[in-house]
Nanobody, 119 residues
């Protein structure tokens, strides 16, 4: 059974930090490109960060560059999103997703974890 389970969300003050985790099971994790998306109320889901499986190349959306870091541990089948200097506009539900390099769209999605940045 394929599963992606996110954890680590919560309420944090502006300027604070959170680390999200996404634990995978049921598929060959190291072969998949892993991504973090987010969706704020009333907004479309947007790609936040991505990390490839083989060469561990990372990409970020412009608004989080220098503040967020995506990483993966293939032995633990887990992808992380370290979020620093959080801003109220980072408030959203964060989802992880898995995609084979040959796929045109994500193969698997997690259920999401809420991140709220507020004083």
């Amino acid at each position: 059974q394929v599963q992606l389970v996110e954890s680590g969300g919560g309420l944090v003050q502006p300027g604070g930090s959170l680390t999200l985790s996404c634990a995978a099971s049921g598929f060959a994790f190291s072969n998949y490109r892993m991504s973090w998306y987010r969706q704020a109320p009333g907004a479309e889901r947007e790609l936040v960060a991505q990390i490839t499986g083989t060469y561990v190349v990372t990409t970020y959306t412009e608004s989080v560059k220098g503040r967020f870091t995506i990483s993966r541990d293939n032995a633990k089948k887990t992808v992380y999103l370290q979020m620093n200097s959080l801003k109220p506009e980072d408030t959203a539900v964060y989802f992880c997703a898995a995609r084979l390099p040959t796929s045109l769209q994500n193969n698997y999605w997690g259920q999401g974890t809420q991140v709220t940045v507020s004083s």
